[in-house]
């Protein structure tokens, strides 16, 4: 079955601490991983993307993901959280059997002053 | 150059009433998508199509049906409108399989 797990609906942060949102998928098979941003009534953005090569990705704002295929894993991180990253986040992964887009269920970061 | 265009962007219907929503690319993009957005799932693939003249189902298909006579425009349409049917809809495109999907805006649609 193809799915993807987003570990944590909601992660809060201080500002300047470091920020690691989880993302595991399903796949016999390596997937193309995405990672997306949402902003209050907006659509969303793309931060960064692995298709292959370099398994450590870096996107937008800061922000870099790491594609680890023993784990299924997908994980994003940003070194030190700004107030600017809060908003909800999204992982993504196409799956090509299907040419489906699977998102997670999102995970919503706030950022403590 | 306009992206993913999505029409209209707010909708109220009321109970049992039909419509469709609009999404035009102007990327020459293949694969095309429509999902909806509710609070705490995420976003969940109604349709979607590989190319002109394709459909296909996603996750949660029934109460839509879809349409792609043109390459630049997908349609999604609701018979018969439900309040369960109350969402945020996002329609999203892109070129090939190892390139990000590019989103509209969304349409806010109220089932009354």
């Known amino acids: 079955a193809q799915s993807v797990t987003q570990l944590g609906s909601h992660v809060s942060v201080s500002e300047g601490a470091l920020v690691l949102l989880r993302c595991n998928y399903s796949s016999s098979v390596p997937p193309y991983l995405f990672w997306y941003v949402q902003y209050p009534n907006q659509g969303l953005q793309l931060l960064l993307k692995?298709?292959?090569?370099?398994?450590l990705v870096k996107g937008i704002n800061g922000f870099e993901a790491e594609f680890k295929k023993s784990e299924t894993s997908f994980h994003l991180t940003k070194p030190s959280a700004h107030m600017s990253d809060a908003a909800e986040y999204f992982c993504a992964v196409f799956y090509s059997s299907a040419s489906k887009i699977i998102f997670g269920s999102g995970t919503r970061l706030s950022i403590r002053p | 150059n306009a992206g993913v265009t999505q029409t209209p962007k707010f909708r109220v219907l009321k109970t049992g009433q039909s419509m469709t929503l609009l999404c035009a690319q102007d990327?020459?993009?293949?694969?095309m998508y429509w999902y909806r957005q509710d609070p705490g799932m995420g976003l969940r693939l109604i349709h979607y199509?590989?190319?002109?003249?394709?459909?296909a189902k996603g996750e949660v298909p029934d109460g839509y049906n879809v349409s792609r006579l043109k390459k630049q425009n997908f349609l999604l349409g609701l018979e018969s409108a439900a309040p369960s049917q109350t969402s945020v809809y996002f329609c999203a495109s892109k070129k090939t399989e190892n390139t990000e999907a590019f989103f509209g805006q969304g349409t806010r649609l109220t089932v009354v």
């Open positions: 199509s590989v190319g002109e003249g394709t459909t």
């Open positions: 990327m020459n993009h293949e694969y």
């Open positions: 692995y298709t292959t090569g370099a398994t």
